[in-house]
């Protein structure tokens, strides 16, 4: 199984005549995913690497049904593409754009939970459940996607959508294939954190093992201590926090929007102590991710 999307999952591209957006339509084609429309207003009835693209979401669905949207457009125009997409029944929402305005932010992860909709993003690349789709632009080239993700037991979230394919390739250069990897997201409201995440995981038998990519500033790693302590889930976790050196620059901003710290809160240092208490097991170098998992899978 994986969780979100399979081999199954049609998908179409908002702003798909935008270079970036064009791009990952090329790259997801060659790596096997269905990616059956493209939506640009003014656009319609051209087409992108052979697929058609449309004026809107409903004229695109009403030719070809699709279970998941990925929007790439600017921040401006993001808020009302995912809501169109939304209203039009699509289940997942994939958003790569980033620093949408919060507010906009929080409307359509408001209305994702009122239509029963999943929203992965903003600032994503997307996930991928590997040898099945791809749903974004994560790993980038098809080509390069072969060579770093490779189908097996270990489920991947992280918040840089570059550790993203990092961590994958490292465990896939180790004989360590995975499940579904997430890149959920650097901006600081995103539509699915680890905690909202945690239980498709949990419920996909496939996955044996969950290792996170975490970042300074923010909460979401203390949240998934505090989930971890909660719910006792089955699957052993395995994190590795970056930014450790940043911790003794205050005042100085690293890695995404999101990187707020507020004393403790938020630090590098504080969340690794949080993980550890929950009973995370916390990588001190990125290389010690694949003997801590590995060590899990026996």
Do not use: W
Request: with cysteine.
């Amino acid at each position: 199984m994986a969780i979100l999307a399979d081999e199954k999952t049609r998908i179409i591209v908002q702003g798909i005549t935008g270079r970036e957006a064009a791009a990952a339509t090329r790259d997801s084609l060659e790596y096997g995913a269905k990616v059956v429309a493209g939506v640009t207003p003014g656009k319609g009835g051209g087409e992108v690497y052979g697929v058609p693209v449309y004026d809107t979401v409903q004229a695109a669905l009403e030719a070809h049904p699709a279970d998941a949207s990925v929007i790439s457009v600017p921040a401006a125009f993001a808020r009302d593409a995912a809501m169109e997409a939304l209203e039009t029944g699509i289940g997942l929402v994939v958003i790569l754009t980033e620093r949408i305005p919060r507010r906009d932010v929080v409307e359509v992860t408001t209305r994702a939970r009122e239509r029963e909709a999943r929203v992965v993003g903003p600032n994503s690349l997307g996930l991928i459940s590997p040898d099945r789709t791809r749903v974004g632009m994560v790993g980038g080239r098809a080509a390069d996607v072969r060579k770093a993700y490779t189908r097996g037991p270990v489920g991947i979230l992280s918040r840089s959508g570059g550790m993203t394919t990092e961590i994958a390739n490292l465990l896939t250069q180790h004989g360590i294939g995975q499940s579904t990897c997430v890149s959920i997201g650097g901006d600081p409201i995103v539509g699915s954190t680890y905690v909202d995440l945690m239980p498709l995981f949990e419920a996909d038998p496939e996955t044996r093992v969950l290792v996170i990519f975490g970042e300074r500033g923010g909460k979401s790693e203390e949240a998934l201590a505090e989930y971890v302590v909660a719910r006792r889930p089955r699957l052993p976790v395995v994190a590795f926090i970056a930014g450790r050196f940043a911790d003794e620059m205050p005042g100085v901003r690293f890695g995404h929007a999101a990187a707020i710290v507020e004393g403790e809160q938020g630090s590098t240092r504080g969340k690794i102590a949080r993980l550890r208490q929950a009973g995370v097991l916390v990588a001190e170098e990125f290389s010690e991710i694949v003997e801590l998992v590995r060590s899990n899978l026996r």
